[in-house]
């Protein structure tokens, strides 16, 4: 890096902070701490002054990108703004300073507040009941699924087979398999699932179908309530991912099309940073059929009283310590309750508005493998742009160039070559139409000078990376 690392910027000697003398008798270390915990020095510490530390962090954290920088269409990830207003509701002293082994009775406002959002939950999905203790979205996969599997050993009758569309989210069969059963992928080359190959695999050994809707190709599955029928015919769930709620807020419920459990990504929806991992938070609606399995404890309320309950003999127990990522509940808790039902609706029809008018810019460019309206996120191609031995990684790369993070690429894998882009409801018109343009002057780039492309990026502070050897040889410490 120009910027070289704060180890370089070293003088022997400078120190950072000047440290008044001391208003208390001097103490030999040695005589209070045991001899093998203290070294006389901190071997390659650097030595820089205030100002060398703060330029230098300063000038590293500029060169993060994130939303709060630039346009992120980070597709299937919903990388939308989070307002601020919500990041002051969850700093509450009462509700960052909350111990969690306090006690019910001292813990009224926060027993409330997730018990409120367990029941907005609901609402919004036309769920019967919600758990908020998984951690993350697959999390909560795992969760629905032990459910599902609890519940059909509960019955005497445990089955051993999921089916997961080429379509769904990729974390389905391992949350699916992780539960202990045995995946049967169906692939559809329609981009949506028909009722006749769910049933021409569905039979009573089939203990639920697990999709995504929208599904990870930007697409409603349209036919999902006669899929659930079938389903539920031969005995089984129907699991809904509902990573990319954000296209159906307040517009439809999955509830009443027939879903019985569906997990929420918190950290997607509603209004948490997110990214490199974390922080996440998962929670799982269910039908009133296996509300007895929700994870313990589960909040309570009598009267005006809240509590924690753990007289659940069927729960498969408890999934996370404690009761779950509770910074993300209030942040959750406080869009929700800015926005309203209107809002969330608004924000869902504008997240479907936004990609729809992305997908019709670009598809007079790019290859469009699914011509047809989506939802909140489109899946392009780089069929046309290969042809110039131009593919997705040096368009995304390009972006860079333009001020763009890119959007996710070769995902999902039933497109070769595919460009997903998740404008979501928070960006203006203006912005949209800067990434269109920029995407289609890399178009213009990939057929007139491709070498511009495929050298990409050109103006950021890293070159393109060898990205597997980066994945594979990280080098996370610096040496001398």
């Not at 019967?128 to 459910?147: F, K, N, Y």
């Not at 039908?287 to 589960?298: A, D």
Request: net charge neutral; charged share 20%; glycine share 8%.
């Amino acid at each position: 890096m120009s910027s070289g690392l704060i180890f370089e910027k070293s003088s022997k000697g400078r120190r950072g902070i000047s440290i008044p003398k001391l208003d208390v008798p001097d103490i030999n270390p040695l005589d209070v701490i045991p001899h093998d915990v203290l070294r006389a020095d901190i071997e390659g510490f650097p030595e820089v002054s205030e100002l060398d530390a703060v330029r230098h962090f300063v000038n590293l954290s500029q060169m993060n990108f994130g939303v709060d920088t630039g346009f992120y269409p980070l597709g299937s990830c919903t990388m939308k703004y989070n307002p601020k207003v919500n990041e002051d509701m969850a700093r509450l002293s009462g509700f960052s300073k909350a111990h969690p082994y306090q006690a019910p009775e001292l813990s009224q406002g926060a027993l409330q507040l997730m018990y409120e959002l367990e029941g907005f939950l609901s609402e919004i999905s036309g769920m019967d009941a919600v758990t908020l203790q998984p951690a993350a979205g697959a999390h909560g996969e795992l969760c629905g699924m032990l459910m599902i599997s609890a519940y059909v050993k509960a019955k005497g009758k445990p089955r051993k087979k999921v089916i997961i569309p080429d379509t769904a989210h990729g974390t389905n069969p391992a949350s699916s398999n992780l539960a202990g059963f045995t995946v049967v992928t169906i692939k559809e080359g329609k981009g949506i699932i028909s009722p006749e190959a769910v049933a021409s695999v569905m039979d009573e050994d089939t203990a639920a179908l697990m999709l995504t809707n929208p599904n990870t190709i930007g697409l409603f599955e349209t036919n999902i309530k006669e899929i659930a029928d079938i389903v539920h015919k031969k005995g089984g769930f129907v699991y809904c991912d509902g990573a990319n709620l954000n296209a159906l807020m307040g517009i439809a419920k999955l509830g009443d099309m027939g879903v019985d459990v569906i997990q929420f990504n918190l950290h997607k929806t509603f209004s948490t940073p997110h990214g490199g991992g974390g922080p996440g938070s998962g929670p799982v609606g269910v039908k009133k059929i296996l509300e007895p399995f929700l994870p313990v404890p589960r909040i309570i309320k009598r009267g005006k009283r809240f509590n924690l309950g753990f007289n659940c003999p069927m729960s498969i127990g408890r999934l996370k310590a404690f009761y779950g990522n509770f910074g993300i509940m209030v942040r959750a808790y406080s869009y929700i309750r800015a926005m309203g039902p209107d809002g969330l609706k608004k924000a869902s029809e504008m997240a479907v508005l936004n990609a729809n008018y992305i997908m019709e810019k670009l598809k007079k460019a790019y290859h469009l493998p699914f011509d047809q309206t989506c939802m909140h996120e489109c899946v392009l191609s780089d069929k046309v742009q290969s042809e110039k031995d131009v593919y997705t990684l040096d368009i995304a790369k390009r972006l860079m160039d333009y001020g763009f993070h890119p959007p996710t690429i070769y995902f999902p894998l039933v497109v070769p070559g595919a460009i997903m882009i998740e404008p979501t409801e928070t960006e203006s018109k203006e912005t949209i139409d800067r990434f269109i343009a920029a995407m289609m002057t890399i178009a213009n780039e990939a057929r007139e000078s491709p070498d511009i492309v495929k050298n990409a990026p050109q103006t950021t502070k890293i070159g393109r990376l060898d990205e597997v050897n980066a994945v594979k040889k990280p080098v996370l410490r610096w040496k001398p």
